[in-house]
């Protein structure tokens, strides 16, 4: 299992990374934000939001299996998120 502390840096860098994502797409298109790219923003922000609740929440029944499982949240998150934004 990966620390808590590398766990919320690789949930902070996936997020980050497709926000911007979404800004160099915006800037290499149409110069503007546009109501699917703020959308989207918004959407990974609130991901963003939820996965750290969940690192934080240390009452669980398993913490080990729980962060696994924010681990495996991450990355069908992330998944999504990529898809979106190469819809765009």
């Known amino acids: 299992m990966a620390s808590i502390k590398n766990l919320?840096?690789?949930?902070?860098?996936?997020?980050?990374?497709?926000?911007e994502a979404v800004y160099i797409h915006e800037m290499t298109t149409t110069g503007k934000p546009t109501e699917k790219s703020n959308a989207l923003i918004d959407e990974a922000i609130a991901t963003f939001?939820?996965?750290i609740s969940k690192v934080n929440n240390k009452k669980v029944e398993?913490?080990?299996?729980?962060?696994?499982?924010v681990e495996k949240d991450?990355?069908?998150?992330?998944?999504?998120?990529?898809q979106k934004v190469?819809?765009?």
């Open 62 to 69: 398993s913490r080990k299996a729980h962060l696994k499982q």
């Open 86 to 88: 190469n819809a765009l």
């Open 8 to 19: 919320k840096k690789d949930i902070n860098f996936v997020m980050g990374d497709i926000i």
């Open 74 to 82: 991450l990355e069908s998150a992330a998944i999504q998120l990529v």
């Open 49 to 51: 939001d939820t996965l």
